[in-house]
């Protein structure tokens, strides 16, 4: 029998717009808020998943904070969905596995490979579920990040359950036309599209793994770059169709 109420989210009915934008780390969730949102309110600070509901050009939207991993990410998906959420679009950060994608630039998924196992193979045992985008936000977030002036990069990217192991893994991902690395966009996919929920997710380049380039500018010149794609990606959740 399916879970009806949220263990985690602890946010009342109604207080989860249908669009969400979801981040793993709760202080960019709270900086997105606080910067890009009006008449917002938090709705949930409960595990540290920091999930806050406001206004962005007139659309209600909710900016939820989804953990680092597969297994958190699952979770807050599932209990958006029990909340009321129709859209949940990642914003996130990922590797570049080859040159053309620069530090700096965004990267549009596809869709996400996986290893098999985990909380993917819970989800879909005995099977290589595609784990892929909905075809509207990839069309909207690539237009909305161009709009706010990144070099976009729409593409395959790989979910890696261990970050400090990711470098072993270059070689793999990149011969089968992987184009960045993240954590939880094959998890967010999957469940969304099971759930049916619609899924999309923006990641900004903070290194490449195939050339060494790495994010040189301080911090506060990434928490402009982080706003601004966050204010490309509320953009295109505003205009895809419910």
Not at 16 to 34: C, K, N, Q, T
Request: hydrophobic share 45%; glycine share 12%; with cysteine.
């Amino acid at each position: 029998m399916l879970a009806t109420k949220p263990y985690h989210v602890l946010a009342k009915p109604g207080d989860i717009a249908e669009r969400v934008l979801a981040v793993g780390d709760p202080g960019r969730a709270d900086s997105i808020a606080r910067e890009l949102l009006s008449d917002f309110v938090l709705v949930n600070s409960n595990r540290g998943f920091n999930t806050y509901t406001g206004f962005f050009e007139g659309e209600r939207v909710t900016v939820a904070t989804h953990g680092i991993g597969g297994p958190s990410a699952a979770i807050v998906v599932e209990e958006l969905k029990m909340l009321g959420a129709k859209l949940v679009v990642r914003l996130g950060t990922c590797g570049g596995l080859t040159e053309k994608v620069k530090v700096g630039d965004a990267v549009v998924a596809l869709g996400a490979i996986y290893q098999p196992g985990g909380a993917l193979g819970m989800y879909a045992p005995g099977m290589c579920y595609p784990a892929v985008a909905d075809p509207e936000v990839v069309v909207e977030l690539e237009k909305g990040l161009r709009e706010e002036g990144f070099n976009v990069h729409r593409g395959i990217v790989a979910s890696s359950d261990a970050f400090h192991a990711e470098e072993a893994n270059l070689g793999a991902w990149s011969s089968v036309g992987a184009v960045a690395v993240e954590m939880e966009c094959a998890t967010i996919f999957t469940v969304a599209r099971i759930r049916g929920v619609k899924a999309g997710a923006a990641l900004l380049v903070i290194d490449n793994l195939a050339t060494g380039e790495l994010f040189e500018a301080g911090a506060e010149e990434r928490r402009k770059l982080e706003l601004k794609a966050a204010k490309g990606a509320l953009k295109a959740l505003a205009r895809i169709q419910l």
